[in-house]
C-alpha cells in the first residue's frame, strides 16, 4: 500500500467499511438476480455522492474536495473488491478528468456541479469494435453553424443506459480525435443495452446527425493530446479497480486453501498449492506497485504518466488474469457454480481486461513508449 | 519521518565530500570484482594503491557500514542517509568497496553480530568489518545439507576452552581468501535436527583448515569446498547460546535475503539498455519498432518486470518510512529480483546471437563475453541464499500463514 496522507487514509477506511456493510457482492447478486434496469443500484449510488466520492477529481471551486487520483484509486480498489457496481469510475474520474483537462470555465461550471450532485452521468463513448484500438474512430464530428454534426455508432459504453451525457470520441474534420458532450436524450442519440458476463451497464450507441453547440467540443487541449490523456488515466483507474477485484479473488482463495480438507489435511499444506499461492501472492504485490504507481504518476504530473499508465494496465491485468483462473481452478467444483461468487470475479475480470485495452495492447504500447 | 531539508543538506555534505575524495586512479576500475576479490579481475599497483586510500577515507568516516553504531566502526545513520551515501558514491562513478572487501562482512555477519554477539564480540570483530580490513565467509551448506540445512553433520566437540570441528563445508564464498568464518555445527547429536545446532567464529589462518577451490560453469571459483580437521574455535566465540544456532541462522539467512534483493552491482547487461542492443543486432521496422515481433514481446515482459520489481522495493521502503525491515517482503523480492535478472541475461544471449556463444578471443568483445559470464553465474541466483523454491515454501508459510510443508526434525 503507497503511503497515504491522513486524509486519503481516513478516507480509504471510510470506505472499506462502508463497502464491507452496505454493497458486498452478495447485493450485487441480489441486484443482477432481481433483472432491474440499470446498472446500479440508486441508493447505494446517492450514498456514494453524500460521501463527497463524485467530488475527489473536482476543485473546490465547483464543489468538490480536489484529493486526486490516488485517492479515487484507493476507493476504485476497495469497491472492486466487493464488485460494487456503480458509474463512479465512468463520471466522477472519467468524466470528471475529461472536463478538468478538456473544458474552459464555463465548461467546468456547466458540469461540473452536476458530476458531484450525481445529477449528472457521465461516460466516455470510445470504442467502435470488438477490440479497443485507440485510433480505430471513424465516429464524426462535422463543423456546422457554429457547432458540430456527430454521427457514428459506439459500442461497449461503460454505464451507457444510465449515463445522462456522453463523452464522445469523434473525428474532427482535420481529422483529428476529439471529444464532445452529447446529451443522451439528445435528438438522433438512441441506445441498446448489451447483455454481457459481468452483468454491468454496458450499452451501444448510435450518433445519427447530432447536432450539438460549440459549447459541446472540449478544446482546453492541443488538438488530439485530451483524448490521449484522458484514456491514459482512464486505464489507471482501471487497473486500480482491478487490484482490488485481484486481491479480494487472492483472499478468498487462501481462505479455502486453509479451511478445505482432502486426504486428511488443509489442501493448503500440499506444496503444489502452497507454491501456487506464494506465486500469485508475489504477482499480487507487483500488481500493487504498479497499479499504485500509475495514479500516483499522474497525481505528480510526471512526465512518464503514459508508460506508467500502460505498466498499471498490463501488468494489474496480468496478474488478474491468473488469479481469477486460480480462483476458479483451486475452488475446484464449487468454483463452478453459481452459487459460489468466484465466476462474478471471473467474469468482471475479463470484462475490465478488455476495456481500454488489454494486456497485448498496452505491453505494446510501452514499447513503443520506450523506443522499441 | 525524516526531515527533507536535513536529508538534503546530508547529500550536498555527501557530494562533497566524495569529489574531494574518490581517487582519480580509481575512475573507471572494475572496483566490484577487486574488492570482491574475484580471480579475473585485474588491478594495477596504481590502482592497488588508490584502492587501499579510498577503503581508508571510508572507514575513517564509518561509511564502510553507514547505520552501525560509532563505536563498532559506523557512522550510526538511518537508513535513508546510509542510502543517500549509496546514491552519491554511485552518482559520482565511484564505489564503495568494503562491503566486497568484507566478504559476507557487512551484509551478513556484522548485522547478526550486532543482535547475538556479547559486548566482547562485537568490540572484537565490528571494527574489522567496517572498516573492510578483515573479510569473512560462513560456513553453512554441507554436501548433503543445501536447501535442508538442518541435516548438517560437521560436527564441534567441547575440548574445555574451545571446541574441535570435524566435517566439510560447501559453497563457501571466498573461504580461500577469507580470515574468518562464521560455521554452523551440530553440538548435540542427540537433540532434534534443529536444535542441536550452534554457530561459532574461528579462524581461517589455521592448521585444521582446508580449502579447495570450486570452478563454475562460469569459468570462475567464488566459491570452495571447506574442510575441517579439529579446526579450532574458541569457546569465546559461540555466537548465540548453545545448541541455539538455528535462531541465529535463520536471522543472517533473513539478512542474506536482504542483501540479495537488489541489482548486482557493476553489470555489464546494463552496459547498453537492451532495447538499443536489440535495434543493433536484430534490425527495426520503418517504425523504429523491432522487427522480431515475438522477442519484441518478450522484451517488454521483462522490462515491465523489471519496473515492477523496481516499484515493489520502493513501495516496501516507503511503506517502512525508509526503515526497511528484515522482513518476508525480501524472500518476493529475491524471487522477483532472480527471475527478472535471469531472464534479461537470457534475452541478452538470445539478441546477440551467435554473439551471446563467445568463451574468449578476439572474436568477441569484451562486453559479449562479461555478458556470457554473467548469464552463466547468474544461474547460481535462484539457488544460493535459499533456492527459489526455498524462498516460495517461505512466503506460503510465514507470510500467508499456510502450514509447513517440508520435513522437520
Same mark, same amino acid.
Given at each position: 500500500m503507497a503511503a497515504l496522507t491522513e486524509e486519503q487514509s481516513i478516507l480509504k477506511d471510510q470506505a472499506t467499511s462502508w463497502v464491507e456493510a452496505e454493497l458486498p457482492v452478495q447485493k450485487f447478486r441480489d441486484f443482477r438476480n432481481s433483472n432491474s434496469d440499470g446498472g446500479f443500484d440508486p441508493k447505494a449510488w446517492s450514498a456514494m455522492v453524500d460521501m463527497g466520492w463524485t467530488g475527489i477529481l473536482v476543485p473546490e471551486t465547483f464543489g468538490g474536495s480536489d484529493l486526486g487520483y490516488l485517492t479515487f484509486g484507493v476507493i476504485l480498489e476497495q469497491l472492486g473488491r466487493q464488485l460494487c457496481a456503480s458509474p463512479l469510475f465512468a463520471s466522477a474520474y472519467v468524466g470528471a478528468s475529461a472536463i478538468n483537462m478538456g473544458g474552459n470555465d464555463d465548461q467546468k461550471q456547466r458540469w461540473l456541479p452536476g458530476?458531484?450532485?450525481?445529477?449528472?452521468? @457521465?461516460?466516455?463513448?470510445?470504442?467502435?469494435?470488438?477490440?479497443?484500438?485507440?485510433?480505430?474512430?471513424?465516429?464524426?464530428?462535422?463543423?456546422?453553424?457554429?457547432?458540430? @454534426?456527430?454521427?457514428?455508432?459506439?459500442?461497449?459504453?461503460?454505464?451507457?443506459?444510465?449515463?445522462?451525457?456522453?463523452?464522445?470520441?469523434?473525428?474532427?474534420?482535420?481529422?483529428?480525435?476529439? @471529444?464532445?458532450?452529447?446529451?443522451?436524450?439528445?435528438?438522433?442519440?438512441?441506445?441498446?443495452?448489451?447483455?454481457?458476463?459481468?452483468?454491468?451497464?454496458?450499452?451501444?450507441?448510435?450518433?445519427?446527425?447530432?447536432?450539438?453547440?460549440?459549447?459541446?467540443? @472540449?478544446?482546453?487541449m492541443p488538438s488530439g493530446e485530451l483524448y490521449e490523456h484522458l484514456l491514459n488515466r482512464a486505464c489507471a483507474g482501471v487497473a486500480m479497480e482491478m487490484l482490488g477485484i485481484g486481491c479480494c479473488s487472492f483472499e478468498m482463495t487462501l481462505d479455502y486453501l486453509k479451511t478445505r480438507k482432502q486426504f486428511g489435511k488443509v489442501i493448503g499444506s500440499f506444496q503444489a498449492l502452497g507454491h501456487r499461492a506464494a506465486e500469485l501472492y508475489s504477482a499480487q504485490e507487483m500488481a500493487r506497485s504498479c497499479a499504485e504507481a500509475g495514479v500516483i504518476a499522474i497525481d505528480n504530473g510526471a512526465d512518464d504518466q503514459a508508460a506508467m499508465s500502460a505498466l498499471s494496465k498490463a501488468k494489474t491485468g496480468e496478474f488478474l488474469f491468473d488469479m481469477s483462473n486460480q480462483l476458479i481452478q483451486i475452488h475446484g467444483g464449487i468454483g463452478m457454480t453459481d452459487d459460489f461468487d468466484a465466476g462474478f470475479y471471473l467474469k468482471r475480470a475479463r470484462a475490465l481486461e478488455a476495456l481500454y485495452g488489454n494486456q497485448a495492447l498496452h505491453r505494446d504500447r510501452y514499447a513503443t513508449l520506450l523506443g522499441f | 519521518m525524516q526531515n527533507a531539508n536535513e536529508l538534503e543538506s546530508f547529500r550536498g555534505d555527501v557530494r562533497a565530500w566524495v569529489a574531494e575524495n574518490f581517487p582519480a586512479s580509481l575512475q573507471g576500475a572494475d572496483l566490484a570484482g577487486i574488492a570482491g576479490g574475484e580471480s579475473g579481475a585485474? /588491478?594495477?599497483?596504481?590502482?592497488? /594503491?588508490?584502492?587501499?586510500?579510498?577503503?581508508?577515507?571510508?572507514? %575513517?568516516?564509518?561509511?564502510?557500514?553507514?547505520?552501525?553504531?560509532?563505536?563498532?566502526?559506523? /557512522?550510526?545513520?538511518?537508513?535513508?542517509?546510509?542510502?543517500?551515501?549509496?546514491? %552519491?558514491?554511485?552518482?559520482?562513478?565511484?564505489?564503495?568497496?568494503?562491503?566486497?572487501?568484507?566478504?559476507?562482512?557487512?551484509?551478513?555477519?556484522?548485522?547478526?553480530?550486532?543482535?547475538?554477539g556479547s559486548e566482547e564480540q562485537k568490540a572484537r570483530h565490528l571494527k574489522g568489518i567496517a572498516s573492510g580490513e578483515i573479510r569473512w565467509c560462513l560456513g553453512l551448506s554441507e554436501p548433503n545439507a543445501g536447501s535442508d540445512l538442518a541435516s548438517l553433520s560437521t560436527k564441534a566437540d567441547d575440548r574445555g576452552d574451545y571446541f574441535a570441528l570435524n566435517g566439510q563445508k560447501i559453497w563457501t564464498s571466498g573461504?580461500?581468501?577469507?580470515?574468518?568464518?562464521?560455521?554452523?555445527?551440530?553440538?548435540?547429536?542427540?537433540?532434534?535436527?534443529?536444535?542441536?545446532?550452534?554457530?561459532?567464529?574461528?579462524?581461517?589462518?589455521?592448521?585444521?583448515? %582446508?580449502?579447495?577451490?570450486?570452478?563454475?560453469?562460469?569459468?570462475?571459483?567464488? *566459491?570452495?569446498?571447506?574442510? *575441517?580437521?579439529?579446526?579450532?574455535?574458541?569457546?569465546?566465540?559461540?555466537?548465540?547460546?548453545?545448541?541455539?544456532?538455528?535462531?541465529?541462522?535463520?536471522?543472517?539467512?533473513?539478512?542474506? !535475503?536482504?542483501?540479495?534483493?537488489?541489482?548486482?552491482?557493476?553489470?555489464?547487461?546494463?552496459?547498453?539498455?537492451?532495447?538499443?542492443?536489440?535495434?543493433?543486432?536484430?534490425?527495426?521496422?520503418?517504425?523504429?519498432?523491432?522487427?522480431?515481433?515475438?522477442?519484441?514481446? !518478450?522484451?517488454? !515482459?521483462?522490462?515491465?518486470?523489471?519496473?515492477?520489481?523496481?516499484?515493489?522495493?520502493?513501495?516496501?521502503?516507503? %511503506?517502512?518510512?525508509?526503515?526497511?525491515?528484515?522482513?518476508?517482503?525480501?524472500?518476493?523480492?529475491?524471487?522477483?529480483?532472480?527471475? *527478472?535478472?535471469?531472464?534479461k541475461a537470457e534475452l541478452a544471449l538470445e539478441i546477440m546471437g551467435s554473439q551471446g556463444i563467445g568463451w574468449s578471443g578476439d572474436d568477441f568483445a569484451e562486453e559479449e563475453l562479461g555478458i556470457v559470464r554473467e548469464w552463466l553465474s547468474g544461474k547460481a541466483m535462484s539457488i544460493y541464499g535459499g533456492s527459489y523454491e526455498v524462498q516460495n515454501n517461505i512466503i506460503s508459510k510465514n507470510v500467508l500463514g499456510l502450514p509447513e510443508t517440508t520435513q522437520k526434525g
Open positions: 458530476i458531484v450532485d450525481g445529477s449528472e452521468i @457521465l461516460t466516455l463513448a470510445v470504442d467502435e469494435q470488438p477490440r479497443h484500438q485507440r485510433n480505430a474512430i471513424a465516429c464524426k464530428a462535422s463543423a456546422s453553424d457554429g457547432g458540430f @454534426l456527430l454521427s457514428g455508432a459506439k459500442t461497449f459504453v461503460p454505464e451507457g443506459m444510465s449515463a445522462t451525457t456522453f463523452v464522445v470520441a469523434a473525428r474532427t474534420d482535420a481529422g483529428v480525435i476529439e @471529444l464532445f458532450l452529447v446529451p443522451a436524450n439528445a435528438d438522433g442519440v438512441s441506445r441498446t443495452q448489451m447483455d454481457t458476463v459481468d452483468k454491468r451497464d454496458h450499452a451501444r450507441v448510435t450518433l445519427t446527425n447530432v447536432v450539438v453547440s460549440g459549447e459541446a467540443h @472540449l478544446a482546453g | 585485474k /588491478a594495477s599497483d596504481t590502482v592497488r /594503491a588508490g584502492l587501499e586510500a579510498w577503503r581508508q577515507k571510508l572507514a %575513517e568516516k564509518g561509511w564502510g557500514a553507514p547505520t552501525w553504531p560509532v563505536e563498532y566502526g559506523g /557512522a550510526g545513520l538511518t537508513d535513508p542517509h546510509a542510502n543517500i551515501i549509496g546514491e %552519491e558514491i554511485h552518482r559520482a562513478g565511484a564505489y564503495n568497496p568494503i562491503p566486497h572487501m568484507t566478504g559476507m562482512g557487512v551484509t551478513m555477519v556484522g548485522p547478526t553480530l550486532l543482535e547475538y573461504a580461500n581468501i577469507s580470515q574468518w568464518c562464521g560455521a554452523l555445527v551440530r553440538t548435540d547429536t542427540d537433540a532434534g535436527k534443529r536444535d542441536g545446532i550452534s554457530f561459532v567464529l574461528l579462524p581461517m589462518q589455521q592448521d585444521g583448515v %582446508e580449502t579447495r577451490p570450486i570452478r563454475l560453469i562460469s569459468g570462475i571459483s567464488p *566459491f570452495c569446498e571447506t574442510y *575441517f580437521t579439529d579446526a579450532r574455535a574458541e569457546k569465546g566465540d559461540l555466537l548465540g547460546n548453545l545448541n541455539d544456532g538455528w535462531s541465529v541462522v535463520k536471522r543472517l539467512l533473513q539478512h542474506e !535475503r536482504q542483501s540479495q534483493t537488489g541489482g548486482r552491482g557493476v553489470s555489464m547487461l546494463d552496459s547498453e539498455p537492451l532495447h538499443v542492443k536489440a535495434q543493433r543486432f536484430v534490425g527495426t521496422d520503418d517504425n523504429g519498432a523491432l522487427i522480431d515481433k515475438d522477442l519484441r514481446q !518478450r522484451l517488454v !515482459r521483462n522490462y515491465m518486470d523489471g519496473a515492477a520489481h523496481r516499484l515493489t522495493a520502493q513501495r516496501i521502503t516507503d %511503506e517502512a518510512s525508509g526503515r526497511v525491515e528484515v522482513s518476508a517482503a525480501a524472500s518476493i523480492l529475491k524471487n522477483s529480483n532472480t527471475r *527478472f535478472a535471469q531472464q
